[in-house]
């Protein structure tokens, strides 16, 4: 019987960098810091205590899986690296997502047999977020999305989505 862990958040190494770059490191919802050894390193700003290594580690997510006899991890961003509450521009958004779904679609390429992966989108922006995920299951073996439930503090239930006529939440 294999044993599948469908509840595997990844944070993708280069979004430290990307982060760095835009130079707002707390802009989205971590604090990168530069730790000498390992190129950067992150403190959340609400999670202390927990293991964040394996969150872009694979060789330790992979020895963690071995020793829990865990056949295959679902691979999805943490939901803190969705752009639905923060001032990031779509652009950002759109390029946030498509860098955390290519990096999680090659940590799948190099080992097949333990992982598969569901896409982050741009939410924000309906359009943005079907063509990223058109692109994620077309183009990249994704197997479906993973959104959070509320966008910009509304539920997705609001009334406000329903009456809209353009896809783009302003």
């Known amino acids: 019987c294999m044993k ?17 770059l ?19 390193s992150m403190a959340p700003q609400l999670s202390a205590g927990f293991e964040w290594e394996m969150m872009y580690n694979i060789e330790r997510r992979l020895r963690d ?8 991890h679902v691979l999805s961003t943490t939901p803190h690296l969705f752009f639905y509450n923060t001032p990031a ?17 090659g940590v ?22 079907a063509a990223e995920l058109e692109r994620c299951v077309r ?4 197997r479906g999305a993973e959104i ?3 966008i910009g503090g509304r539920n997705l239930d609001d009334r406000a989505f329903l009456d809209r006529k353009s896809t783009r939440l302003n």
């Open 139 to 142: 183009d990249l073996g994704f």
């Open 108 to 129: 799948v390429a190099q080992h097949p047999d333990r992982f598969v992966a569901i896409a982050d989108v741009p939410l924000p922006d309906g359009e943005a977020a």
């Open 22 to 40: 835009e130079g707002k490191p707390n802009h989205y919802a971590f604090r990168i810091e530069h730790s000498g050894a390992t190129p950067w």
């Open 4 to 20: 599948i862990d469908v509840h595997a958040h990844i944070v993708p190494e280069p979004y430290f960098d990307f982060a760095a």
């Open 89 to 105: 521009t779509v652009a950002e958004s759109v390029t946030m997502c498509r860098m955390v779904n290519d990096r999680i679609a």
């Open 148 to 150: 959070c439930t509320n």
């Open 65 to 72: 899986m071995d020793a829990q006899g865990i056949d295959m």
